[in-house]
């Protein structure tokens, strides 16, 4: 247990070490400046007589020490550059920051005679210490832990602090699942902070979750769930609970045949006054009712601008059916027979299955929130053991916000 604990010490002081050592001295240009003639101008010579090229290197930090897989014949400084005179056929140079790191760079081409070469040089810096002799910005980014670019080097994940080579900072940060942002930042006494909000990527797959109220036609208010994916195309489901409303869901507009219905006897007594074996109980061809006790609805979503998404889908509602019922007392002489004026609801043994077709729209608000807008249209329904039934859906209508992840 013992050697496991020291084991497990030493792996992480060794992490530590590399992390703290990692080199944070980045080069993020070289190039050879053929129309610079201050290597000829101040021509200074090497050991074997040979004319050496002049390295210049622009950097905001300062007290550098320099060496290289040859010779460095001479360091000036000049305002934001040391200028290096090194040995035709140099090929390294290594460059050395107290407190930073040191960097070990392998030039993209050997040096020249009289040749003039440019590196710049940026540097990412210690957090929680302040440089009081080094020029830097710091990099902040909603979220942060996005990668930071510069000239398409990678310089490390935000939040950050950076010494650049000139007053303008070209920069680019990228993160999974976010919208790339490119820029110039200006650095300068006042603005010395580049805060950037990343967008979340419209076109990449997110899951999403909303929750939504909506009425119908008859006036029936409901709630429901709804998540998926949205991005270039996704998917969702939607499920919207029980609801115990005496408002019609949908009409039925005929009917084939004779529909069989449970009449309950206490609840018949109750609103009529007398047994049910005294009236004629008949079914009335119009403003039948049904409780809508589930439904489930599906389908796609489809990315149609920068941050708005169609909905297509289609449903299964399961409702129970009630009926409006003429109640007519029997008499000895049925011409005698007088309707009452009182309605009975009597409730359809049989459950009914209603297809329906549902279109919205998905608008993303603030980078995560969601505003969620749903239409149902109408439907077909048919009793689940096979009995046909004709109706219309009604038009419903909802709205529901929710979240991006």
Same mark, same amino acid.
């Given at each position: 247990?013992?050697?496991?604990?020291?084991?497990?010490?030493?792996?992480?002081?060794?992490?530590?070490?590399?992390?703290?050592?990692?080199?944070?001295?980045?080069?993020?240009?070289?190039?050879?400046?053929?129309?610079?003639?201050?290597?000829?101008?101040?021509?200074?010579?090497?050991?074997?007589?040979?004319?050496?090229?002049?390295?210049?290197?622009?950097?905001?930090?300062?007290?550098?020490?320099?060496?290289?897989?040859?010779?460095?014949?001479?360091?000036?400084?000049?305002?934001?550059?040391?200028?290096?005179?090194?040995?035709?056929?140099?090929?390294?140079?290594?460059?050395?920051?107290?407190?930073?790191?040191?960097?070990?760079?392998?030039?993209?081409?050997?040096?020249?005679?009289?040749?003039?070469?440019?590196?710049?040089?940026?540097?990412?810096?210690?957090?929680?210490?302040?440089?009081?002799?080094?020029? #830097?910005?710091?990099?902040?980014?909603?979220?942060?832990?996005?990668?930071?670019?510069?000239?398409?080097?990678?310089?490390?994940?935000?939040?950050?602090?950076?010494?650049?080579?000139?007053?303008?900072?070209?920069?680019?940060?990228?993160?999974?699942?976010?919208?790339?942002?490119?820029?110039?930042?200006?650095?300068?006494?006042?603005?010395?902070?580049?805060?950037?909000?990343?967008?979340?990527?419209?076109?990449?797959?997110?899951?999403?979750?909303?929750?939504?109220?909506?009425?119908?036609?008859?006036?029936?208010?409901?709630?429901?769930?709804?998540?998926?994916?949205?991005?270039?195309?996704?998917?969702?489901?939607?499920?919207?609970?029980?609801?115990?409303?005496?408002?019609?869901?949908?009409?039925?507009?005929?009917?084939?045949?004779?529909?069989?219905?449970?009449?309950?006897?206490?609840?018949?007594?109750?609103?009529?006054?007398?047994?049910?074996?005294?009236?004629?109980?008949?079914?009335?061809?119009?403003?039948?009712?049904?409780?809508?006790?589930?439904?489930?609805?599906?389908?796609?979503?489809?990315?149609?601008?920068?941050?708005?998404?169609?909905?297509?889908?289609?449903?299964?509602?399961?409702?129970?059916?009630?009926?409006?019922?003429?109640?007519?007392?029997?008499?000895?002489?049925?011409?005698?027979?007088?309707?009452?004026?009182?309605?009975?609801?009597?409730?359809?043994?049989?459950?009914?299955?209603?297809?329906?077709?549902?279109?919205?729209?998905?608008?993303?608000?603030?980078?995560? #929130?969601?505003?969620?807008?749903?239409?149902?249209?109408?439907?077909?329904?048919?009793?689940?053991?096979?009995?046909?039934?004709?109706?219309?859906?009604?038009?419903?209508?909802?709205?529901?916000?929710?979240?991006?992840?």
């Amino acid at each position: 247990m013992k050697n496991l604990l020291k084991t497990g010490i030493v792996l992480l002081l060794i992490s530590c070490t590399i992390r703290i050592s990692a080199q944070e001295i980045k080069v993020t240009e070289f190039h050879k400046d053929l129309k610079d003639i201050s290597a000829r101008v101040n021509a200074v010579y090497d050991a074997n007589g040979d004319a050496c090229a002049l390295i210049k290197t622009r950097t905001g930090l300062q007290n550098l020490e320099f060496s290289c897989d040859l010779e460095i014949r001479k360091i000036e400084y000049h305002d934001g550059e040391y200028w290096l005179w090194v040995s035709p056929n140099t090929q390294q140079i290594n460059i050395e920051a107290e407190g930073i790191g040191k960097l070990e760079y392998k030039l993209p081409s050997f040096t020249e005679e009289y040749t003039v070469f440019v590196i710049s040089l940026s540097a990412v810096l210690p957090d929680k210490i302040i440089y009081k002799d080094i020029r #830097y910005f710091q990099i902040e980014t909603k979220p942060p832990k996005a990668e930071v670019y510069s000239n398409k080097v990678f310089m490390g994940y935000s939040p950050m602090n950076i010494s650049i080579s000139s007053d303008t900072f070209q920069y680019e940060i990228r993160k999974k699942k976010h919208s790339t942002v490119t820029g110039e930042f200006l650095f300068n006494e006042i603005q010395s902070k580049l805060l950037v909000s990343l967008k979340k990527d419209p076109v990449i797959n997110r899951i999403f979750m909303t929750s939504y109220i909506g009425i119908n036609k008859y006036k029936t208010p409901f709630f429901g769930l709804q998540s998926g994916t949205i991005g270039k195309t996704g998917w969702y489901v939607s499920f919207v609970p029980a609801i115990r409303a005496r408002k019609s869901i949908a009409i039925v507009s005929g009917h084939h045949g004779t529909l069989g219905f449970d009449l309950n006897e206490e609840i018949f007594r109750s609103q009529v006054g007398a047994p049910s074996d005294s009236y004629y109980v008949k079914l009335k061809d119009n403003n039948n009712t049904f409780y809508n006790n589930l439904r489930i609805k599906g389908g796609i979503t489809q990315r149609i601008f920068k941050n708005t998404y169609m909905l297509l889908g289609v449903g299964l509602a399961e409702y129970t059916q009630f009926y409006r019922l003429d109640v007519i007392p029997k008499s000895n002489d049925p011409l005698l027979e007088i309707p009452l004026n009182k309605n009975f609801y009597g409730k359809s043994v049989h459950l009914v299955g209603m297809f329906c077709i549902e279109t919205g729209l998905l608008i993303r608000i603030s980078n995560s #929130y969601l505003i969620n807008l749903n239409i149902s249209t109408t439907g077909l329904a048919h009793y689940f053991t096979g009995k046909p039934i004709d109706f219309l859906l009604p038009l419903e209508a909802s709205f529901g916000i929710g979240y991006n992840f």
